[in-house]
């Protein structure tokens, strides 16, 4: 026989755990704070120092033919070591700044399930068993969602902007090299140089981009998901139609950014799973919910492996999944081989 005081212990204890939780989530949000204090102070620092050196190579170049080649050397090496430490830095802030915004939203969702608990104990913890014993609480969920999330972020970072720096370092190294050997060589290096961290630069606007795009938050969903869907047929060559029904407006932040990762996640399925060549994307923006569906001409897949399979992580839909469902919406897949793949969403709106 089950007591009340044994079925409530590990609800208890689960809120404390949460409790704890919490409380080093808001350490770590201050050391944060402190970090991007600190982080920006030395980009700015070495931002005019990257302007000074630039200044000095300018002028370098204005009497190229009569300065001694030790002075060219040292004025092309000075503006490429500052330009990479700024990169560098500027890296390190945009990374603590969004890691920054990560915890927050954890935070805030830790609060809410913290002050959910202290309401009704014994309701929530009724939620959480099923007919085998306890299911796994939702803050668990929220954890293992966010590290499969940094996973690819991590695999992104490592396939795309840090492959293409490791690029220039070795770019740079061959410059440095032919100064001595062939100046003229030497310059047709940096002008490959200087085109590959414009490039690498596009490339690095375009990542930040898809972390999180500040129109977003300026401007709203709708203007937001019509630029992504522009600039997504752009480099990708895939035929995007975007629908938009229903009265536009902005709503609650936690759920525009949902249904825009819904989309982003959804379109990034079609490339690299359906491998489509047409895809329609419907947004109905009703009076109480939001419903988007996005439908592709691809080869389609198996749902269950996408899901649960060795294919989970890299699709991304089984923790789209698990955001839908803890808003209390609908999610649902429907793919046959060979035969394209539709999947739809609905987000409850207060």
């Known amino acids: 026989m089950v007591t ?17 939780e919490y409380e080093q989530v808001q350490a770590e949000l201050k050391e944060i704070d402190m970090l991007i204090q600190q982080t920006t102070a030395e980009v700015d620092r070495l931002a005019q120092r990257h302007a000074q050196h630039a200044n000095r190579l300018r002028q370098v170049e ?45 935070a805030r969702l830790l609060r809410r399930l913290l002050d959910l608990g202290r309401l009704d104990e014994i309701t929530l913890q009724g939620a959480m068993e099923d007919e085998e014993g306890e299911s796994t609480p939702p803050v668990v969920r929220v ?16 396939d795309g902007p840090a492959q ?6 070795l770019q740079a190294e061959i410059c440095e090299r032919l100064f001595d050997v062939d100046s003229e060589r030497a310059r047709v290096e ?36 019509r630029r992504y869907v522009e ?12 629908t938009v029904t229903g009265r536009e407006r902005r709503f609650a932040s936690y759920k525009e950014v949902t249904i825009f990762r819904a989309v ?7 490339r690299e799973l359906s491998h489509a060549t047409n895809v329609q994307v419907t947004v109905d923006l009703g009076d109480d919910r939001v419903l988007a569906a996005v439908e592709d001409n691809g080869s389609g897949f198996d749902i269950a492996e996408v899901l649960s399979g060795p294919a989970a992580e890299q699709s991304g839909l089984a923790v789209l999944r698990e955001r839908v469902e803890m808003l209390e919406g609908h999610f649902q897949i429907e793919s046959n081989l060979g035969r394209g793949t539709r999947v739809a969403l609905e987000i409850p709106l207060p």
């Open 164 to 169: 293409a720096l490791t690029n220039l370092v």
């Open 62 to 106: 204005a009497i190229f033919d009569s300065v001694p080649r030790e002075d060219i050397h040292e004025a092309y090496t000075a503006v490429q070591e500052a330009q990479q430490r700024l990169f560098t830095m500027r890296g390190q802030l945009e990374k603590l700044q969004s890691d920054q915004k990560h915890l927050d939203r954890y």
């Open 4 to 20: 009340a005081q044994s079925a409530v212990s590990p609800f208890q204890q689960f809120l404390e755990e949460g409790r704890k």
């Open 231 to 242: 600039d997504f047929k752009e480099n990708s060559g895939i035929s995007v139609n975007l």
């Open 143 to 158: 954890i293992e969602a966010q590290e499969q999330e940094r996973q690819r972020l991590a695999r992104q970072m490592h």
């Open 264 to 270: 982003q996640e959804l379109l990034n399925v079609a």
């Open 190 to 225: 940096l002008a490959n140089l200087k085109a590959a961290v414009g490039s690498t630069f596009q490339r690095v606007k375009g990542f930040i981009t898809n972390l999180r795009p500040m129109m977003l938050d300026d401007l709203g969903l709708i203007p937001t998901l």
